[in-house]
């Protein structure tokens, strides 16, 4: 795993100096407008938050549950295009140093151009891709890519990941390793399970330094327990549900509270 | 891999690979028996996962363990006497397999005067090809230890197929189905759970079939351990589009046998319908190293392709991934699946198999869209001229083997006569299933008949 001037590396890094895990917290590009989207995100940064993930809306996002669904697909009937990303990414970075990921299914980016979308990203402050559904065995392009843009390369590992491909993806990976908690989709859970530390200490194992975990956290106490053993702990469905049933005030409460769980050692 | 810039424009005339193949195609049927298309890199039992620049992995991870099993267990399997015995076994007592190959003389009359022969997938059990595919799969899942299949359906073919072989083998069954498609395929419904399956209306995204294979995918992923995935066509991650083909390439190898026997020489010509490519794979594999055989998919051009309303996807759609193969694609410039349109719930996919794909890029295979209403002028036809009712999605082959036939016809050598043209039509189901729609279509339903109110909904009895 490449440490080279990885933003969110670093965002990692810091938390750890702080005895702490990080937190990364996930909102749809678009729901329900962009300048929410861009208010939400700078609410996260506000109130603990270390790494923001941004999704693109994509028409088939086979990794989703129904609450990022319908989310997604409300955000695309609003009228959201794939550009748009980089002037969320912008609004965002412009006016925080927390580091901005996008979380994007392959096709929108294969469309656009794999060069062309990095060089774009990278121009908006960008830190790099999460991708759910490529694979290194099939990112040649965006390998070399984002080396010359220098931008991270998040792949998920998985319950069901092979030993020796755990090695091959973390060797692949620039930033962190999403270590997917469950076999299953997005959505909230109210126990991430036993699989999610088997996951960890076999991607650390397998040499990762920063492992972060995510798919159905949604409480402080989840944060808490996952922050025992990973670097990082992902929250999507439920900031996506506070967004929608709380604006960006509830958004803000979420993280406060779920920031609370990052602790090392909570006594 | 490096991104690989297609024309967007149609690619249905493949001119100069047709040149070369015309000047090879006497040596090649002269040689044939010995060493066929000797001066080719043999086509056929193309591994994958790759095929040209098409195909691969583009799936979650959490989803490669269980296609390396799928994989594995597909390749012993294929090597394993017992396991190709139990296929053939099954396809001959259970299927009906071989089909026969009819030759539809009146039909022919109408397609320039060529010969035009039927291959009868129509009189598989279940009423179409997809019966090779399910059986074959519902054998692996129990080979791997599963307990339970899933499936997606549209009109609801492969989940009475799937519903099928898992009753006979003793699986569970659930089938996805777009709730708008349960709602008007209530008997296809009922079909399935007589069968025993519970079919699970999909109410995500368009609520088409491309969202029945999204939320299939979504199970999958979250029951792997027991579940095995039975994808109702060639397309999909490796190793699925090479293993479907597998399954279907008897299609082919019958045709190809029983055409030689029937007249003495190869056709001149094998025509398919294409909507994820199964059927279609299936046939061409068998001429795949015959160069002078020309084989031609027929994609669904709904209204018409300049309509937009269609599901011609590699007549007008670019490269892009969808369920986990990079393919021809149909997509919006921004690299959102576009939803696809035709009469025929089966070619109703915005996707296609990656295989075809590549045949269409290097010339083998030639693909063209044709419209509802050709299609539907097709189906009568068949109907009134050979006693048969074909599948409406394979109206769509018989529609493009009448311009076939005229095209040869039109093109004859000096001293050749139409009658020595031979064209194969994948016949790949029958068309029980599809009276309401076309009795809705033609008018023959009297103004509020409880079977118009359903037919117009698209109901397929
Ligand atoms: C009779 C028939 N033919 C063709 C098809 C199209 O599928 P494929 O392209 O995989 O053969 C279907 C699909 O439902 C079908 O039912």
Redesign the pocket.
């Known amino acids: 795993m490449k440490t080279l001037s990885s933003k969110a590396a670093a965002a990692v890094e810091k938390a750890r100096s702080e005895g702490r895990a990080a937190l990364i917290g996930y909102l749809p590009a678009g729901f329900p407008d962009v300048p929410t989207t861009i208010e939400a995100a700078l609410a996260m940064a506000a109130n603990g938050v270390d790494l923001i993930e941004i999704g693109i809306p994509y028409s088939d996002p086979v990794m989703d549950g129904r609450v990022i669904q319908d989310a997604t697909v409300q955000a695309l009937a609003a009228g959201f295009t794939v550009p748009q990303i980089f002037d969320v990414v912008r609004g965002i970075t412009s006016a925080t140093d927390v580091p901005v990921l996008v979380m994007t299914y392959w096709n929108p980016v294969m469309r656009m151009g794999v060069r062309e979308f990095a060089s774009r990203l990278a121009e908006a402050g960008g830190a790099g891709l999460i991708t759910p559904d490529l694979i290194p065995d099939e990112a040649a392009e965006w390998m070399a890519v984002s080396d010359e843009f220098g931008l991270d390369r998040v792949y998920l590992v998985a319950p069901s990941t092979s030993p020796a491909r755990m090695r091959s993806t973390v060797e692949a990976s620039r930033g962190f390793v999403y270590g997917v908690s469950v076999m299953g989709i997005t959505g909230a859970r109210t126990s991430v399970g036993a699989a999610a530390r088997a996951v960890v200490d076999d991607a650390h194992a397998a040499g990762a330094e920063r492992v972060c975990v995510g798919l159905g956290v949604s409480s402080a106490a989840q944060v808490a327990e996952i922050a025992g053993y990973a670097d990082g702990v992902i929250v999507g469905t439920a900031l996506v549900a506070a967004l929608r049933d709380g604006g960006v005030p509830a958004v803000a409460a979420l993280c406060k509270d779920l920031s609370t769980g990052t602790g090392k050692n909570p006594s | 891999m490096t991104d690989i810039h297609q024309p967007a424009g149609p690619r249905v005339s493949g001119a100069a690979p047709h040149a070369e193949i015309d000047s090879d195609a006497a040596e090649a049927f002269l040689s044939h028996d010995a060493h066929s298309a000797s001066d080719h890199e043999s086509l056929r039992h193309a591994p994958g996962p790759y095929f040209g620049a098409y195909g691969g992995r583009w799936m979650p991870e959490s989803l490669i363990a269980a296609l390396d099993e799928l994989q594995e267990t597909f390749e012993a399997a294929k090597k394993d006497p017992e396991f190709t015995a139990q296929i053939t076994e099954l396809n001959s007592t259970y299927a009906g397999r071989p089909s026969l190959l009819t030759e539809a003389k009146s039909f022919a009359a109408h397609a320039g005067g060529v010969r035009v022969f039927l291959k009868r997938e129509d009189l598989n059990h279940t009423g179409?090809?997809?019966i090779n595919n399910v059986l074959g799969q519902a054998l692996l899942a129990k080979r791997m230890g599963k307990t339970r299949v899933i499936a997606e359906t549209?009109?609801g073919?492969?989940g009475v197929a799937s519903a099928t072989a898992a009753a006979l083998l003793g699986l569970e069954c659930v089938v996805y189905m777009g709730a708008e498609d349960t709602r008007r395929q209530a008997l296809n419904v009922a079909r399935m759970q007589l069968l025993g399956a519970e079919v699970i209306p999909v109410t995500n995204g368009s609520q088409t079939l491309k969202d029945a294979i999204n939320d299939a995918l979504r199970d999958w992923v979250a029951n792997v351990d027991s579940t095995h995935y039975l994808l109702?066509?060639?397309a999909g991650a490796h190793p699925f589009p090479a293993m479907v083909r597998y399954f279907h390439e008897v299609i082919g190898e019958e045709a190809r046998a029983q055409i030689l026997e029937q007249t003495g020489k190869l056709p001149d010509a094998v025509c398919a319908?294409?909507?994820?490519?199964?059927?279609?794979i299936g046939i061409f594999h068998g001429f795949l190293d015959d160069p002078s055989v020309r084989l031609y998919g027929f994609e669904a051009g709904g209204d018409g392709v300049e309509s937009g309303r269609h599901a011609a996807t590699i007549t007008l759609g670019r490269p892009g991934v969808l369920h986990g193969a990079r393919s021809y694609l149909m997509q919006d410039e921004y690299g959102q699946t576009m939803e696809s349109h035709s009469i025929s719930a089966?070619?109703d996919y915005p996707g296609v198999g990656p295989e075809h794909a590549y045949l269409a890029d290097i010339g083998r295979a030639s693909y063209e869209p044709v419209t509802d209403r050709e299609a539907m002028d097709a189906f009568q036809l068949l109907c009134r001229t050979e006693g048969i009712i074909p599948?409406i999605?394979?109206a769509h082959a018989l529609a493009g083997a009448l311009k076939v036939g005229q095209r040869l016809a039109a093109d004859l050598a000096p001293g050749e006569q139409a009658g020595d043209k031979v064209i194969i039509v994948n016949l790949?189901?029958r068309g029980d299933k599809d009276v309401a729609t076309a009795a809705e279509y033609f008018d023959l339903l009297p103004d509020d008949s409880a079977e118009q109110e359903i037919a117009q909904e698209g109901e397929q009895l």
């Open positions: 179409s090809h997809k549209g009109a073919q492969h109702g066509t060639a319908c294409v909507g994820g490519g199964s059927n279609a089966g070619l599948a999605e394979t790949s189901g």
